[in-house]
């Protein structure tokens, strides 16, 4: 059998994991029609490309059902409680960087940090009559640093996406999600808390700790760790 | 091999000790509502409970401990006093540690009665004792009541006070809190610009969302006025200090805690429980000279309790969770009460942890 690879399927994740890697001599490449995820690796022995969502590469991973996968850090903390114990970092490709961040109305003037937030958490339940709510798809990794930092009374709803319009549609009080330049923030009437940094993400190329390997695979694998530190 | 049959049946025995004690055997759904839980613990619950769904009932949980139903029950159609006991599965979610178990099997007694609170403290904790007999276990005691008469009774403004009481269940976030009101920890450069601005809202961004203007001018007013109140004084932190170290064998305790109160007055009432408490233990004949008691003890796991806490654990395997653990929660009957409360202390045991314990010591 042969070493697997699962890349991102579309997008400029893509074209620009593809073009790291030609960089390196490995070539990889879609074949069959546009819609097909099918593709192809060029240049090494052994190794065969699997398509797949950016999403779905932490759990394929972490089931040891590829070997290795480019996806972004945000994803694999967020997704993988114990990503260490079942991920190794290979590399950061240098590219898709985005920060996780906690991000309030701009005309908020009384908060600026987490204990602001927390403070007015507490005076917009007692005047509203619910917690205030924070719109976010990464659940687990807000919920533990807010529970770290000692905020109460929020409660997390979830957003999928369009997360920064939740706050002027009153679905939300707050959100928190990724941005790289702060642009769609600042054009959505955003601030950035100044310690309300969760994360730093980038695409990443990790190995799995679980997936089974024979010698071919795992022959594979030295030649193809070896190539990529040369 | 404890399988669950063996389990099953402890629990059962475990039980009935209950009952020949006199209580009265209820049982709760494994589904539970979501909200209520919800609304009492917030978003952590979710860290710790499974949480699903239906189209019809919206979100419900799978049980993650019997209090709040037991509670419940006794709100709407209990007698006075009453005893309860329960047996039966509850459910953690595990995020960090795969060998913590998610789902387990909990025994309780709970005891609602006004007449002498101090005596109720002694029987949960003694005939959990009993239960426990012959299992190698250290017993840790506490009392959140204490620390929140202190808090109560600062000379300070009520925001400050209301601040600290919400987060008494987290000592890093009360521990800034307080150095931020005794002057201790600078003001952040932000709040020190804002305080300082003429028109802190003169800022031009747009209004957008449901926190509104009045709602930051009310913030602001707080915090004006929280930059123009005293320091927490030295004299009263130094007491808050020395009562959060409070760390003895329970008589010494007490002792200790009565010179502390000096300096805050305000936590006599709870040291006269306190007091009451370890004689009842003593007339159940529980050995208060070598029972430890932390003031601190209770303060990061157990929201609800709010008097006297207890658990015990084993020494040897400190790997484990506790075996037992439970605690007064009056503040909790108030809460799920619509207006009713009565005083309420309960305990719960791990029948599946004591026959691993047993196990391992023969």
Redesign the interface.
Known sequence: MSLKLGVPSKGRLMEKTFAWFDKRGITLSRTGSDREYAGRVDGIEGVSLVLLSAGEIPRELAAGRIHLGVTGTDLVHEKL??WDQQLEEVAPLGFGQADLIIAV?????????L??L???A???RA??GH??RIATKY??LV??F??G??V?????VDSQGATEGT??N?TA?AIADITSTGETLRAN?L?IL?DGLILRSQATLWRSRVAPMDAVEKSALDQFLQRLSQ | MITRARILEQAAQLRARFEAAGAQTVETPILQPAETLLDLYGEDIRARAYITSDALRGEQMLRPDFTVPVVQKHMEHGAEPARYTYAGEVFRRQEHDPDRANEYIQVGYEVFDRTNPAAADAEVFALIAQALDGLALRAATGDIGILMAAVAGLKTTEPRKAALMRHIWRPRRFRALLDRYAGRAPVPPARAALLKAADPLAGGAPEIGKRDRADVEARIAVLRADAAAAPISDNEMAGLDALLSVRETMPYALEHLRDIAVDLPQITPALDRLEARIAALRARGIDVDRLDFEASYGRTSMEYYDGFVFGFYAERRPDLPPIATGGRYDALTRRLGNGAEIPAVGGVLRPGLMLLLAEAET
Do not use: I, Q
Not at chain 1, 105 to 111: E, H
Not at chain 1, 152 to 156: E, Q, S
């Open positions: 409680p114990l109305p701009a005309c908020w003037a009384d908060v600026d940090t204990d602001d927390d403070a007015a507490a005076g917009f005047r509203h917690r205030l659940h687990r919920r533990e807010l529970t930092a000692g109460a009374d929020y409660t997390l706050v002027k009153e009080e009437h601030k100044s």
